[in-house]
């Protein structure tokens, strides 16, 4: 298409274009062929996708009436008639919220501090990428059916789910961060003769801090939700509640309950960004 | 004191950053390792306190083998060498005083130091090198609120606490204005002096290093070029060091500092130890 300069590697056609001051970015893909194949492809792509969605019009109509139900519903919440039961599954949730948030956490400092490449050696990094794939690669629904098959329908399911799906988070997290301090402040201290655990409190720690602590706040907040959804197969919490509600068409309960859900995920939204301001 | 024997490093890169390094600095002695960027300076020092792994060669200091220890005697080594770095190397999120502290790490329990309840004797030592530097006032601040010159200054007060043999310094003026510079070489200097300490100080800067240092050493490509006292550079062995170039310009980035400095024609004849009978 367009001619090179020999060794310069120069594109004489822009460059004589550019001293008439005319310049475009480069394309991504520099063949003209390519790109017109690639466009047509997408647009192939999406004719040919839009003609294979097959929607039932009729289960369409029915669904939306149950759906109006549902958000009509929202109109009129009923937080009274099942207020006991929508107290204590609060309560569990918040419970199991708390204690996987902690419990995940510090579990995740350790795989963290190995999964980090500037100051872990290979074989470590590779356990702890491991243990941090394992985590990530199950959605919490499928590890919360896991659980609940070992441990039995109840909260203690819930809390090692949550557990188990944070430590996956934070330690990916906690890892990046952690690659991305300082590296001379890290060979300072070490220059001390300090040891690795002194090492880590005086020269990694600082670095990571502010960012670990805003993780956490939003990983509650993640986990109080997350509760709420794996309630449904029965690890405990508002999600047990919420999914006897809907089993019993009580839509004036669900919506109480979802209202509450998200009124509490949106204190700890605002209290968070407090907190994360406060420890800059 | 310190001791290089053939010393060599090779990365895994491939480059060769240091070739067969042979070199002693008695006690006491401030020496200054200059050379072109690349030449291997911070490499050279970074294997003296093990940052960076010889590949070939030992490193005694009084009379032990550095190469050859590891864990808590590899730690022990560390602490009786200081270390300086060009951009201060604090951490920047802890107070001055937990800065100037962390050099007292190796001396002190985990327990103790993740408290941070260090023996008074270490407090009080830390506070007379703060006030030495001229920063008394500041141990309270966090390290990212100082100043460049003020970050050094605490670097300094950081590697003394360690109460060190040897003092390595890797190019401490290099992201200075010249005044600052100075400043801070002339503290280091002195302070080496005051406490007899040995130093090893990379610096790109030949003026500086002329006026404060007892002996100068030149690295070219990873290899010893020069070794001698600061008058002994000239247009010949400057140009061994850096290459081909018009010497007689060198000094003239420094007319800015409103001290008295070398002027173009003083660099190349020898300089006395004026300002350090
Ligand atoms: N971590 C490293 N990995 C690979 N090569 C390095 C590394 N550090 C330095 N080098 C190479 O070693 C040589 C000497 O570098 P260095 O010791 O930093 O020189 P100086 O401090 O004199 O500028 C250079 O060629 C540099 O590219
Ligand atoms: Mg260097």
Redesign the interface.
């Known amino acids: 298409m367009s001619r090179t300069l020999p060794d310069s590697g120069v594109d004489a056609q822009r460059l004589a274009l550019l001293k008439d001051g005319v310049w475009k970015p480069l394309p991504l893909i520099r063949d003209t062929r390519w790109r017109w194949a690639l466009n047509a492809s997408v647009l192939l792509y999406i004719v040919l996708a839009w003609l294979s969605v097959d929607v039932n019009w009729a289960r369409v109509a029915q669904g939306m009436d149950r759906g109006l139900a549902f958000i009509a519903s929202f109109l009129q919440p009923d937080f009274v008639s099942r207020s006991g039961e929508i107290f204590a599954g609060l309560k569990e949730s918040l419970t199991m919220t708390l204690a996987a948030t902690v419990i995940g956490v510090l579990l995740a400092i350790p795989v963290g501090l190995g999964a980090a490449r500037n100051i872990s050696p290979l074989p470590v990094y590779f356990v702890c990428r491991t243990i941090i794939a394992l985590s990530r690669t199950f959605q919490e629904i499928i590890i919360a059916i896991l659980f609940v098959a070992m441990f039995g329908f109840g909260p203690l399911a819930g809390v090692v789910t949550l557990a188990f799906a944070t430590i996956g988070f934070m330690a990916k997290l906690l890892a990046e961060d952690i690659e991305d301090t300082?590296r001379?402040?890290l060979?300072?201290?070490?220059?001390?003769?300090?040891?690795w655990?002194?090492?880590v409190?005086?020269?990694v720690q600082?670095?990571v801090?502010?960012r670990l602590i805003g993780l956490s706040l939003y990983r509650l907040d993640i986990n109080f939700r997350e509760s709420a959804v794996i309630g449904i197969v029965g690890a405990g919490g508002i999600g047990a509640t919420l999914n006897t509600s809907i089993n019993r068409y009580d839509y004036d309960t669900s919506a109480a309950i979802l209202l509450l859900i998200i009124v509490i995920v949106m204190t700890s939204e605002y209290l968070s960004g407090y907190v994360r301001k406060w420890t800059q | 004191m310190l001791k290089l024997t053939g010393l060599s490093k090779r990365y895994d890169t491939g480059d060769l950053a240091l070739s067969d390094i042979t070199l002693e600095v008695p006690a006491g002695q401030v020496m200054a390792l200059i050379g072109p960027s690349g030449a291997g300076k911070s490499t050279l020092i970074r294997c003296v306190n093990r940052l960076v792994e010889p590949t070939a060669g030992s490193v005694m200091l009084d009379g032990q083998d550095i190469t050859r220890v590891r864990g808590a005697k590899l730690r022990q080594a560390r602490r009786q060498i200081g270390m300086i770095f060009q951009n201060h190397a604090l951490v920047e999120r802890l107070s001055v005083m937990e800065n100037v502290l962390s050099g007292r790490l190796a001396y002190t329990g985990f327990w103790r130091s993740f408290l941070r309840k260090f023996p008074s004797s270490d407090v009080k030592q830390a506070l007379n090198l703060l006030e030495r530097v001229g920063l008394e006032t500041m141990f309270d601040k966090r390290g990212d609120a100082l100043s460049g010159g003020q970050k050094q200054r605490v670097g300094i007060a950081r590697a003394l606490v360690q109460n060190p043999k040897l003092l390595l310094v890797d190019e401490p003026t290099a992201s200075l204005d010249p005044k600052t510079s100075r400043q801070i070489m002339r503290l280091i200097c002195e302070l080496c002096r005051e406490q007899q300490l040995a130093a090893v100080i990379n610096i790109h800067d030949v003026v500086l290093a002329q006026q404060f240092v007892d002996r100068v050493v030149g690295l070219r490509a990873g290899k010893l070029v020069f070794d001698g006292p600061p008058s002994g550079l000239n247009e010949k062995t400057l140009t061994d060091i850096y290459g081909e170039e018009d010497w007689s310009a060198a000094g003239t980035e420094q007319e800015e500092s409103d001290e008295p400095v070398a002027s173009t024609g003083e660099l190349l004849k020898p300089i006395g130890q004026g300002s350090h009978p």
């Open positions: 300082q001379e402040p060979e300072a201290i070490r220059a001390t003769g300090a040891s655990l002194q090492w409190n005086y020269a600082p670095q801090m502010p």
